[in-house]
């Protein structure tokens, strides 16, 4: 099956900093998806982007779906984006595979 | 409102006790699917379903069992055999179709006491 793999797993920030998360993946992918675990566990559906970009506010995501990545990125950090961050991808009409998430702290 | 409830929030088993967790949706969605989460890891996959009366292992199905008889319902029954049942469920939904995104329930978090 697909391989899901995430860069950072942890990763510290002072509030107000951007950072960038990378997902890649290791085959072509019809569904690529962005979630924030809060710290409750329920997963945030931040994105669904199998290719090309999208923005919500200061969060923004890229697929680049030929070279089997994607991004996130978080701009102007603040304290409540802390949690994990999971990208998870499909191939065809299979499961969606998860990667590890990037666990995200930030620092007031 | 429409979404995905799981249910209940916390569970609590002795050893030896098979337990169910319940999954419902009202977003009319074909396809539904149980995972499981242990501590500092993502969430492996343990049963799906695409259809009414149909439903796939995935990657740790030992020690679980599913059913669905109705289009909104996924229930989860953890049994005596999963040797290590401790851990965060979530369940999640979505429409048939391939290129569409995955909503998930708010989880269920089991502990084997």
């Known amino acids: 099956g697909i391989q899901v793999e995430q860069s950072p797993p942890d990763l510290i920030l002072q509030e107000g900093a951007n950072s960038t998360l990378r997902c890649n993946f290791s085959?072509?992918?019809?569904?690529l998806q962005w979630f924030h675990q809060n710290p409750w566990g329920q997963l945030i559906n931040l994105f669904y982007?199998?290719?090309g970009t999208k923005q919500n506010g200061r969060l923004s995501a890229t697929t680049v779906a030929t070279e089997r990545y994607s991004l996130l990125y978080i701009s102007s950090s603040q304290t409540t984006d802390s949690g994990v961050y999971f990208c998870?991808?499909?191939?065809?009409?299979?499961?969606?595979?998860f990667g590890e998430g990037t666990q995200l702290t930030v620092n007031p | 409102d429409g979404g995905i409830t799981q249910s209940p929030k916390y569970l609590f088993r002795k050893e030896g006790q098979n337990v169910t967790l319940s999954c419902e949706q009202n977003?009319?969605?074909?396809?539904m699917y149980w995972y499981r989460q242990d501590p500092g890891q993502g969430l492996r996959l343990i049963y799906y379903?695409?259809?009414?009366?149909?439903?796939q292992k995935g990657d740790i199905a030992e020690g679980y069992s599913v059913s669905r008889e109705k289009k909104e319902s996924f229930p989860l029954t953890v049994t005596s055999a999963q040797k290590n049942p401790t851990a965060f469920y979530l369940c999640?939904?979505?429409?048939?179709?391939?290129?569409?995104?995955?909503?998930f329930g708010q989880g269920t978090r089991l502990t084997v006491v």
């Open positions: 999640a939904s979505k429409t048939g179709t391939e290129n569409t995104e995955a909503f």
């Open positions: 085959d072509s992918v019809n569904n």
């Open positions: 982007i199998p290719s």
């Open positions: 998870a991808a499909r191939v065809g009409g299979s499961r969606l595979t």
């Open positions: 977003l009319n969605h074909d396809a």
């Open positions: 379903s695409q259809i009414v009366n149909d439903f």
